[in-house]
């Protein structure tokens, strides 16, 4: 059918590559399974490609040969892009907007890294100009790196939240944020009684939650160690008032953690179990690392439905583990993947993805690239229960998506000349990408960067 309209653009590029979602396709094709890794979903790679996006809804079309794709849209505008890639816009499930300027501080394990480096840093947070000022980069910095949606710690400070909402407002990104909560065991600066917490977070959630279709809350305990049982309580009934908001926090990260909560909370059955007590796990839960969760913890978070996002530069980092993919995945946990800035080392996607292929390569269990770009794009998507909407590039979806190009980084543009396959260049990329790499980005068809 030849459908004619003025409103309809086809993007041109020499490639595409994405991770189909389930939802675009038969079960009988399905190699997709939700929290499993490996042959379970589809890559698809098309070549000399038009992607063709209804500009008022902001939603794809289809995608396909150029040349047909151009004569089922006829009178469709036409974006070309030349030697340009086509892929979704990354989902970065888990990373620290007040840690932005502290990446790189050096040589802590978790706890007196937190203590010497993180609180003095959030700390500063209070003051709205520091915050509105990093905000503005800290969005322009996603932007560049190709993330259209990102899940975020905010300070303890409502005002630093409330900047952060407006620079995403501004800047047409997808966020999921949350005003992190602490009220014990770190400085009076980076702490806020419960009640005062509360009543700010339903400002923000009233305000900020839904907004636009792009704004979402998260509730967000920092961890069970720098929140009293009020807070927690407390916490958990204002998700169960506010049920469609998400719920952040950190578990099971390294082992001078465990040691700590296993003193702090000696009744406790195990550490998810804290949580689970005050009901924070459920579906709409993202669990930062869960490198150390036992198998009954797996099995448990897995019931829940909840989602464990791995962080790889940041576990490097900080010495915290090798998180065991395939036990998480196989245990039937969604897993997305996450920067986590300040303790990860970069923003960029492709820095995290070539990590946790490292990760898993020294657990012998070396993933392939389509598996990490699915855990960069559709997996994030799907924790945060959005791959309806985005994660892929599959026709009806919200048209995020990047184009990069290999000719940005002279070594990637040699090195993909010796490939043989999407796959392989995909990878190449992995290992040679970064923020250089990006010629635009869209947010629903909306171009938001052009480098
Ligand atoms: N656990 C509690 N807070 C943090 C944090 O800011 N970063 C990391 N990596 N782990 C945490
Ligand atoms: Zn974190």
Known sequence: MVVAASNIVIHRAAELWHVTSPVAFPASSGTIRRGRLGERFRFEALSNVGLAIDET?????GAGDFHQIKA???GAKVVDHGDGVILPGFVDAHLHFPQLDTMGSHGKHLIQWLETFIFPAEASFSDAAVAGETAGRFTKELAANGVTTSVVFSSVHPIAAEVLFSAFEASGLRGVVGKTSM???APAAV???WRADIEAQEILIKKWHGRHGRLYYAVTPRFVLTSSNDQMKALADLHARHPDTFVQTHISECEGELKSVAQAFPEARDY???YEDYGLINDRTLLGHGIWLTESERERVAGHGASVVHCPTSNSFLGSGLLDLKKTCDAGIEVALGSDIGAGTSLSPWATMLEAYKIQAQRSQPLEP?????LATLAGAEALHMDGDIGSLDPGKLA??????FARKPILHERVTRTRSPAERLFATMVHGDDRILKR???????????
Do not use: K, M, P
């Open 57 to 61: 809804t902001g939603r794809i079309l």
């Open 183 to 185: 009220d014990v065991n």
């Open 400 to 405: 995020d998506f990047q184009v990069i190009s």
């Open 370 to 374: 389509e598996s990490l770009l699915y």
């Open 272 to 274: 998810l179990s804290i």
């Open 72 to 74: 089922r849209h006829e």
């Open 191 to 193: 702490l806020l009684d």
């Open 441 to 451: 980005l869209y947010v629903a068809g909306r171009c938001l960067h052009d480098a």
